[in-house]
């Protein structure tokens, strides 16, 4: 709630699964990154 700035839990709810969507994706990044860092050296 606090992170996107609700101040209900219904409405943080509502947004829960948009937030864990993109949390996967900055991992997925991430992680991406950090492989080909590894192959370079």
Do not use: F, L
């Not at 509502?14 to 990154?33: L, W």
């Amino acid at each position: 709630m606090a992170r996107m700035g609700h101040d209900s839990v219904r409405a943080a709810m509502i947004y829960q699964h948009r937030t864990a969507e993109a949390d996967k994706g900055i991992v997925d990044a991430m992680n991406c990154k950090i492989e080909k860092a590894k192959i370079r050296n």
